[in-house]
């Protein structure tokens, strides 16, 4: 008979000694061994210190934000504009909703009730989260920060001429009669971006005057907001662009991680590495202007802040209030937290003493070449099993489309291994695995 489960005749007559022993424990434990008893309580996961986490978006990224806050115990609901997307399939719950619906947004809040709400793409109706903010709803990382870098226009005009951080020349456009005007202004070649889109998406270059028709229909046709606006950027001779995860705590300093280079195509990210070369001197100046615009938008949280590296300056380019499409390469273990565990711990308020460089990584992407909308089929994995220190993700989309991002295979080695040489395997890597 187990030491404090006395059977029910004994309970129904006189008290069993062991009842006595086991009362005698249970009140002196927290006396004897004050420390350990106060340490462990407090841990118990409870109602009150869980969190219900509305997740606007539920793409690769909040797949691995939400496995992130479930390792510490908390609810999420993934929200995204279509059925099965990659957070859903490991969230608690999920909605399916346009974000730009800013009545299908409160119905969503008032249903579930949110402790938090983490946005994870641009096309979300911001203005609302300025309201459930005002009615005590956290919002990461802020709703001034959702607000101002969900739209490039908010966040060029802060960066240029609120906190004079260095940028490349622009103009902005609303009709195709103020694109030609614009481009006249800044130059050609000069790149057009609609105001509030991502991974590329409504972005082109204009080389000569013929393309500047064609450069509005596509920022009109392929991005992903509703408005008309573009901004129209001057090239700037650079000779590498980084981005540069930067983390704000609720109660700590502003973190950095070591610098990450990546490479584009069409405007998205193809591959990414961690650390890249840099001077001292560069890298200090982009951590100035990330703290500087950072602090100046609040909030707690992993931020993506994009700059053009120079021979002889940094250039501020964008900032995603969020974990970034070209961090992925943190799952390679590159550094002691992952750019999603960073995020987690920065929206929880668990403090984050150092972000540590623990090896080298690279990755790639795995693109659908699949032209029509299908269910995805994958192939290859044995071949790319063979490869030593490296991994894959399928991200779990539930269709392909043409250069859509269906996964990414990342290596790894030790700290000072040669970089080229680990892009060159990452690529191999993620050639192996054929989508069709």
């Known amino acids: 008979m187990p030491l404090c489960a006395p059977s029910a005749e004994l309970r129904a007559t006189t008290p069993h000694p062991s009842a006595n022993l086991c009362a005698s424990l ?4 927290p006396q004897l061994f004050p420390t350990i008893f106060q340490k462990f309580s407090t841990f118990t996961p409870n109602k009150k210190s869980m969190k219900k986490i509305l997740l606007l978006g539920s793409g690769e990224l909040g797949k691995e934000f939400t496995i992130a806050m479930k390792r510490y115990g908390h609810t999420v609901i993934a929200a995204d504009s279509y059925e099965n997307a990659p957070a859903m399939q490991v969230a ?35 203005e609302k989260l300025y309201e459930f903010e005002e009615q005590g709803i956290q919002v990461v990382p802020s709703a001034k920060a959702t607000n ?25 456009a609303k009709s195709l009669d103020e694109l030609k005007a614009a481009v006249d202004e800044v130059g050609m070649p000069c790149v057009v971006k609609p105001l509030m889109s991502s991974s590329g998406k409504g972005q082109s270059v ?26 129209v950027e001057a090239f700037i001779d650079f000779e590498f662009e980084i981005t540069l995860l930067t983390v704000t705590q609720q109660n700590g300093k502003t973190l950095f991680c070591p610098p990450i280079g990546h490479r584009q195509e069409r405007g998205d990210y193809q591959e990414s590495w961690q650390p890249q070369p840099m001077s001292e001197a560069h890298l200090q100046t982009a951590q100035e202007m990330a703290e500087k615009v950072t602090k100046s938008l609040g909030g707690a949280g992993i931020w993506g802040v994009e700059f053009f590296i120079g021979k002889e300056a940094v250039y501020f380019s964008e900032l995603s209030p969020r974990p970034h499409d070209t961090g992925m390469v943190t799952l390679a273990g590159t550094q002691n937290f992952t750019e999603f565990e960073l995020h987690a711990r920065a929206v929880l308020g668990i403090p984050i003493q150092k972000i540590a460089h623990q090896r080298n990584g690279a990755n790639a992407v795995i693109l659908s070449e699949v032209a029509e909308e299908k269910t995805p089929e994958y192939s290859g994995f044995e071949k790319a099993g063979a490869f030593d220190k490296s991994d894959i993700r ?11 991002r269906m996964g990414i295979a990342f290596t790894y080695d030790e700290i000072g291994s040669n970089m080229d040489e ?5 690529k191999e ?8």
Request: glycine share 4%; hydrophobic share 35%; proline share 3%.
């Open 26 to 29: 249970r009140n002196s434990v």
């Open 92 to 126: 608690d719950d999920f909605e399916v909703f346009s974000m730009l619906d800013a009545d299908a947004l409160q119905q969503a809040v008032d249903k579930h009730s949110p402790d938090v709400i983490v946005p994870e793409i641009e096309a979300i109706r911001t």
């Open 148 to 172: 101002y870098t969900m739209n490039r226009k908010k966040i060029r005009d802060l960066a240029a001429n609120e906190l004079n951080i260095r940028t490349a020349e622009y103009r902005y």
């Open 206 to 231: 204009i080389k000569t005057e013929a393309d500047i028709e064609k450069s509005w229909e596509i920022s009109q046709t392929k991005g992903r907001g509703d408005g008309a606006e573009v901004i």
């Open 394 to 404: 399928i991200f779990g989309k539930p269709v392909t489309r043409k250069y859509r």
């Open 422 to 426: 680990l892009r060159k395997k990452a």
């Open 429 to 436: 890597i993620a050639d192996c695995i054929e989508v069709k």
